[in-house]
């Protein structure tokens, strides 16, 4: 048996670890929109029915694969819909084409550069999030760095992306326990599941698949979510 110690995040949380502590009063989880893999001529007529159904706060164009100038083609009129309903339009992984949209924030991955930066290049009224997978420490990293929020993930398994970590509940419960900066949960998110996430302390819950391929449509989705997201 190895002598070393423990990293930090080799160490597993106690479920009951939040419950010692005088809960923090948040506001209620909210639910954060990421567009689909692909994304159809009818696409913003789906984003449309899906924001009209029930309160969003944010919605993520995370689009891969395709070059800057083909990515604000389709991002524009997206952008334009989360205007006019005073949703968040947040671009994931890039910061540079944030700026070009004029983008409300930006979501980094932990390769899509530094948080520092893209707030020198957004302005102090962007929104700056990043990705800190089921890492402790990368979220206490993205929060020094002046995130506005962290995400974690994947909970459940997703078919929207590789996951290749797997975040426990009790992440989040340690998490709103001990800091004030929002925290997402992110992957394989779906109305019947998503309750564990909204008691454990998420402040927003980040969901794709389980709208955009909802039977009854993104509005029912969106309803849905809106239920299980009351607190109490």
Sequence with gaps: MSDE???????RLDPAF??????QRRPACQLYLISPPALGPDFADRLAAALDGGPV???Q????????HEAARLAEPLRRLCAEREVAFIVNDSAALAKRLGADGV???????????ARRLLGPGAQVGVTCH???HLAMEAGEAGADYVAFGAFFPTTTKDARHRADPALLSWWTTVFELPCVAIGGIAP???????????DFLAVSAAVWGHPAGPAKAVRAFAEVMRRG
């Design 5 to 11: 110690p423990l990293a930090e995040d080799d160490l």
């Design 192 to 202: 019947d599941n998503a309750r564990s996430l909204v008691e454990a302390g998420a």
């Design 107 to 117: 979501h980094l991955g932990q390769d899509d550069g530094d948080p520092r930066h």
């Design 18 to 23: 939040a419950g010692r502590f005088e809960p």
């Design 57 to 59: 706060a944010a919605f």
């Design 61 to 68: 164009f995370r689009l891969k694969n395709v070059d800057q």
């Design 134 to 136: 089921d890492s402790r």
